[in-house]
């Protein structure tokens, strides 16, 4: 069992831009967001899935608003969807990038922990 001051994963950020926002986003609402591996997701992004993300960890009193929150985030009716050709331009340039320079994509996103909010 955690104890009140213990650390816990709720999120894995795999960009550095997605992770900050994330962080602001709980810190505004009072939760105290510690994004962890966040510097070498500035500096070595292309390393973001071997060390598997940026985890972003709250105090263990903090895990089911910090979770509502994320939820509630994602739900955002801002939200638009990118068309489906620029994706597929996006994909095309990557896969080139890739195979002429050996410089994989930037990783992006975030998963959410739902495992913390099940196991209480």
Same mark, same amino acid.
Request: glycine share 0%.
């Given at each position: 069992m955690d104890s009140e001051g213990d650390l816990v994963t709720i999120v894995r950020g795999y960009g550095a831009s997605e992770t900050q926002v994330i962080v602001a986003y709980l810190s505004a609402y009072g939760i105290s967001a510690v994004p962890f591996h @966040? *510097?070498? @997701? @500035?500096? @070595?992004? *292309?390393?973001?899935h071997a060390i598997g993300g940026v985890e972003i960890k709250v105090p263990a009193a903090q895990v089911e608003e910090a979770m509502a929150l994320l939820a509630e985030m994602g739900t955002g009716s801002g939200e638009t969807e990118a068309p489906a050709l620029i994706d597929w331009w996006r994909g095309l340039w990557a896969t080139l990038v890739f195979l002429l320079f050996g410089v994989p994509p930037p990783a992006r996103g975030s998963i959410r922990n739902d495992d913390q909010r099940s196991s209480r």
């Open positions: @966040a *510097h070498t @997701a @500035a500096v @070595a992004w *292309h390393l973001m």
